[in-house]
Nanobody, 125 residues
Framework: QVQLVESGGGLVQAGGSLRLSCAVS????????IGWFRQAPGKEREFAAA???????YYADSVKGRFAISRDTAKNTVYLQINTLRPEDTAVYLC???????????????????WGRGTQVTVSS
């Protein structure tokens, strides 16, 4: 079973930055897709960024230009650099992966089979 562990969250002031990490127990090169989602209290899980079809990157409109996904295949780690943070970015950030291509696409949680537990990001005013 693929395991993912997120880290790097914390409390940051508006306008600040964090670098989130997702350590994967399997070769990330074997994954069809790896994505970052976020979920705030009382809200649905929201797509943020992903590698899809191995190397193509996608971003939600709400984070485009501020967030950047990257990876280190030697470390089996995926990163999410989150910049120019706003209070509305406050959420638990979760990493997810799948070995398969599906019908629901990169932005749907249903496309991912493996999930980490998340790391909390809190942005203060």
């Amino acid at each position: 079973q693929v395991q993912l562990v997120e880290s790097g969250g914390g409390l940051v002031q508006a306008g600040g930055s964090l670098r989130l990490s997702c350590a994967v127990s399997e070769s990330i090169g074997s994954m069809f897709g790896i994505g970052w989602f976020r979920q705030a209290p009382g809200k649905e899980r929201e797509f943020a960024a992903a590698f899809w079809r191995r190397s193509i990157t996608y971003y939600a409109d709400s984070v485009k230009g501020r967030f950047a996904i990257s990876r280190d295949t030697a470390k089996n780690t995926v990163y999410l650099q989150i910049n120019t943070l706003r209070p509305e970015d406050t959420a638990v950030y979760l990493c997810a992966a799948t070995r398969r291509s599906g019908l629901t696409g990169y932005g749907s949680p249903d496309s991912y089979d493996y999930w980490g537990r998340g790391t909390q990001v809190t942005v203060s005013s």
